[in-house]
């Protein structure tokens, strides 16, 4: 059910600055990874993603980093705009697991104009 | 790009009824569908694996009595919220998964209330 005062860690940018969102995740087997964006009352957006046999990958604005020993992700917003506020979510995958994603908990990304 | 819909997007129902939500891929076929409840302030938690032609797969903890799912077309998958009660109103998201892109899409989401 609805955990009552949960709130997402946030993390708030000057309009302009670089971002860097972290996560980490849980699985050792799992060998994809997926950024997805989420604007209030929306579904995921896909971002960029990274299979495990890579550490870094970039696309346009977005870089996203994996480090494999530690278990840790993180994505790069370069020149944060204001139409990147959102919650971002790390998913991770596991090829042998038919498809399913597994979301970690998300952070809310403010950008200040 | 490919795109998913799902239909309705909100809805506001009386403790006790059931509620269908359906979710379509528009210009591919998929063979997978997932369905997810994501509570206010919370991430996206997956319900169940619904397979065109079989019987879902539902996580651990979700009652597949109450979360009813069909996947009776490459395009098409249905949850039904059974004597739905205050405690399911959420936000009820799905996904597809388009196997020629190896990449899954999701939909706009349904927000369910029930009073």
């Known amino acids: 059910g609805e955990s009552v005062g949960l709130h997402l860690p946030t993390l708030s940018v000057q309009e302009g600055d670089n971002s860097i969102i972290n996560c980490a995740y849980s699985?050792?087997?799992?060998?994809?990874f997926i950024w997805y964006k989420q604007e209030s009352g929306k579904g995921p957006q896909f971002i960029i993603d990274?299979?495990?046999?890579?550490d870094k990958r970039q696309g346009q604005r977005v870089t996203v980093l994996l480090n494999k020993t530690v278990k840790h992700l993180s994505l790069q917003i370069a020149a944060t705009q204001p139409g990147d506020s959102a919650v971002y979510f790390c998913?991770?995958?596991?090829?042998?697991?038919?498809?399913?994603?597994?979301f970690g908990i998300g952070t809310k990304l403010q950008v200040i104009p | 790009g490919a795109v998913v819909s799902q239909h309705p997007s909100r809805v506001i129902c009386k403790s006790g009824t059931s509620v269908k939500i359906e979710c379509r891929s528009l210009?591919?076929?998929?063979?997978?569908m997932f369905w997810y409840r994501q509570f206010p302030k919370q991430s996206l938690m997956l319900m169940a694996t619904?397979?065109?032609?079989?019987?879902?797969?539902?996580e651990q903890g979700v009652e597949k009595d109450k979360f009813l799912i069909n996947h009776a077309s490459l395009t098409l998958s249905t949850l039904t919220v059974t004597s739905a009660h205050p405690e399911d109103s959420s936000f009820y998201i799905c996904?597809?998964?388009?196997?020629?892109?190896?990449?899954?899409?999701f939909g706009p989401g349904t927000r369910l209330l029930v009073l």
């Open positions: 996904s597809a998964h388009d196997r020629a892109q190896e990449t899954q899409y």
């Open positions: 619904s397979n065109e032609g079989s019987k879902a797969t539902y």
């Open positions: 998913a991770e995958n596991y090829s042998g697991g038919y498809q399913k994603v597994t």
């Open positions: 990274i299979r495990s046999n890579m």
């Open positions: 699985n050792s087997a799992s060998d994809y």
């Open positions: 210009d591919f076929q998929a063979t997978t």
